[in-house]
Each structure stands twice: as C-alpha cells, then as structure tokens.
C-alpha cells in the first residue's frame, strides 16, 4: 500500500505540474435571441465520444411555431476556454478555437453563421450576445493572471468573462420546423481524469414552452470502447438509461462526495428518453479514473480497473514508480496470482471482448466492470493503438 500510495502522489504532482488540466469548451443548446412563441416539441441529442480528443455533437430538432410566419435571430454560447499552457489564443473573429465543423440546416436549407465576442453568461443571467467592443476589450498579457477574461484597455483593472457568439438568422414557418445542428468541440481533462466532455442542457428552458417536450439523449462510441460516467442527477431519475446499441451496460454507484451512472460501452449507443423534459442542471460525461480510485471495495486498487485506448500511458498508477533514471514502468510481481506481466499484456485483447480459456485470467477480467465478453471477436489487432503494441511488447513474459 506504502508503494501503491506514493505511485498515486507521483502521478498527481505529474497531472499538477500541468496546472490542474485544462477546460476547453462545453456544448450547448441553440437559444432564441428574443421573446418567441417557438416551442421545442422534440429534440435528438447525440454525443459522439472517440479516442481522437474530440466530441461530436448531432443535435436533431423539431420546433412548433405557434404564430404566423416569422424571422428571428438565434444563437449559440461558446465559452472562452481556461488553458493555462496558453495554446488556446484568443480569436477576435469570434470563432472558438477549439469548436470546429459548426453548421445548422433548417428545414433542409444550410444557414449562414455569423460569430463575434460577447460577454460570458452566469447563472444569475444569461448571454444577452451584444458584441463586445474590442477597441474597449483586450486579450490579456502573459504577465497577467486573467485566464478565461478579457481587460479593459484603458483600466487593467477591470475585466470581463467572455464567450465566442454563433447566431444564425432562423426562418420559422407556421406548425412544425425542423433543425439540423452539428459541431465538434475538444474534450477538456484535468488532475487524473482522462477526458470531460462537459454539455450544458438548462438554456433550453429559454424557448417558449420552458422544456423539451419529447428530449432524447445518445452517447455513442464509434470504433472504440469507453468507461464514462454521469454524476446521477435528480433530474435523470424521470427515466431510466438503456444500451440501445453495440454492447454495454450500466449502473449507478456511490462514492464519498456523490451517486454517479457509470457505463461500459463498445461500437454503441446508450439512450436515456423523457417526454416534457425541463432540465435543472448542466451535465459532463467524465473518464473515472477519480471515482474509482477512491471508491471503496476489494476491486478499488485492481489493474485495469479503467483502461482507455487512447491515453499515452496505458498502465494503472499503482505500475509506475519514478527512480533514478526518472519515470519507468513496473511490472514486477502477481495479483489474484496471477503475473502482472500476464495482465498488462492482455489488457488490449480484453477491451475488445476477447474470451479467455484460461480460468485464471477468465475471472480476472470477468471482475473488471468495462470487460464485455464477445465470443464472436475474431482477434482482429488492425485497431490496436501503436500504445498497446508497446503495452504488449514491454510486458511479454521472459
């Protein structure tokens, strides 16, 4: 334990080092610009989640529109991002640099976006998307310590939250609407946790019916195989999650500080449906590194307890230790009798359902929550990561 714990701090002044992680931008709901008797009678919602950094966003939606024929401008909030590493520079055209592939088709017709810098919202009141002046605004030195803000340029002093506007001009047709959006924006991460992808859901509340008459939210996994979870919400316990795709399953578990959904997920979709649907908060889809390092339980500290494709270092904490020629992996030794070697090397066959005839190993894996076996796995290795390649060979028994 002396050794696992010490591993766990090593890698936490690693991840600290780096400023505690870094927020890109969360997704976001299109909102109306002004008062409107347009109502969202359905909306698609899907999340795509891969091993590329990236999320992308599908939101499929259906507005009534309960007056005569009318134009009216709508809009889309995009929150400047914290990045302490200071990659994330400031765009003065008003599109997020870390939001690509930004379209709307309304009524099968592709609309023209139009983007500029407003001031960010709060909680208190939300974005108004008047332009900010930037002969007023500037981006901050380097000297400054005002990530996320923008100074006056006349008074250091004074600062302000900002956010980057996409509005788009809408041409609502009496009855039914229907509204094509997509986007894809990078994944946030942060002191031991592998990927955020954070979506805010409440400004939906601002169109004329205050909620989503028919909601429908998907999270799909394309190519790939992820652990996520979702902090368990009051507000999802009006339905219940399904996998409506692919292979995967979920279930809800406690730690110190909360409930959360966790899901294990290969090639598919789980789907959580509710009719008149009013939204009271926000939600991210998180990696659990975190939450399973402090949750209780014999199976807490087992290797491979969260494994992901895509990380650069494949191996749990508990097998690196630094020395004196710096950071290395260490596979000495057994668990549940087993070589760690033995493990680690498997772990790559095991995330695409590989089905072990060796008993040992069988249970093994069948103890680790993301495992889903597959008999039908052909052992295909063409989509092992140059990674797991490296995994395998550095923990081939001698």
């Known amino acids: 334990m002396k050794f696992l714990t010490t591993s766990f701090l090593w890698i936490l002044a690693i991840l600290a080092s780096a400023n505690d992680g870094v927020y890109y931008v969360s997704g976001n709901q299109i ?7 347009v109502a969202v009678t359905k909306e698609v919602l899907t999340i795509t989640i891969g091993d590329d950094e990236f999320a992308r966003v599908d939101v499929q939606y259906e507005f009534t529109n309960r007056g005569k024929a009318k134009s009216m401008d709508v809009g889309f909030e995009a929150t400047g991002p914290y990045d302490p590493a200071g990659e994330s520079r400031f765009n003065k055209s008003g599109k997020h640099p870390h939001i690509f592939d930004f ?4 009524n099968g017709q592709e609309l023209p976006i139009r983007n500029y810098v407003i001031r960010e919202s709060s909680e208190e009141e939300a974005a108004d998307f008047v332009p900010l002046d930037l002969n007023v605004w500037r981006e ?10 923008l100074v006056n ?19 609502f047709k009496e009855g039914k609407n229907v509204v094509h959006h997509t986007y894809r924006y990078r994944m946030s991460s942060a002191v031991y946790q592998s990927f955020s992808v954070p979506y805010w859901l409440k400004p939906a509340m601002r169109w004329a019916n205050h909620q989503i008459d028919d909601f429908t939210l998907r999270i799909k996994v394309d190519k790939t195989a992820k652990q996520f979870c979702i902090e368990n919400d009051d507000m999802w316990k009006a339905a219940q999650w399904r996998v409506a795709e692919g292979a995967g399953k979920v279930h809800t578990l406690k730690n ?14 789980v789907e959580w449906h509710a009719k008149n649907f009013r939204p009271t908060s926000d939600f991210t889809i998180t990696s659990p590194e975190n939450l399973l390092f402090y949750r209780d339980g014999d199976n807490s500290m087992k290797l491979g307890r969260y494994y992901d494709r895509s990380l650069t270092y494949l191996l749990p904490f508990e097998m690196m230790q630094e020395t004196d020629d710096g950071a290395r992996f260490l596979y000495d030794g057994t668990t549940d009798g087993i070589p760690n ?16 005839k060796d008993q040992k190993l069988a249970a093994y ?3 680790l929550w993301w495992y889903m076996p597959d008999p039908n796995w052909q052992q295909d290795t063409s989509d092992f990561t140059e990674e797991e390649w490296k995994l395998i060979r550095e923990a081939k028994e001698e």
Request: hydrophobic share 30%; glycine share 4%.
């Open 31 to 37: 909102v109306p610009l002004q008062e409107t008797d």
């Open 140 to 149: 901050p030195t380097a000297e400054e310590d005002y990530l996320g803000n």
């Open 256 to 269: 110190e500080w909360t409930e959360y959904y966790e899901f294990s997920l290969r090639n598919g979709i």
């Open 103 to 106: 379209t709307v088709e309304m």
């Open 365 to 367: 894996f069948k103890s």
């Open 153 to 171: 340029r006349k008074d250091p002093d004074e600062i302000v939250n900002y956010a980057y506007a996409y509005c788009f001009k809408a041409n």
């Open 341 to 356: 070697k033995r493990i680690l090397r498997n772990l790559p066959y095991a995330h695409r359902g590989y089905v072990f």
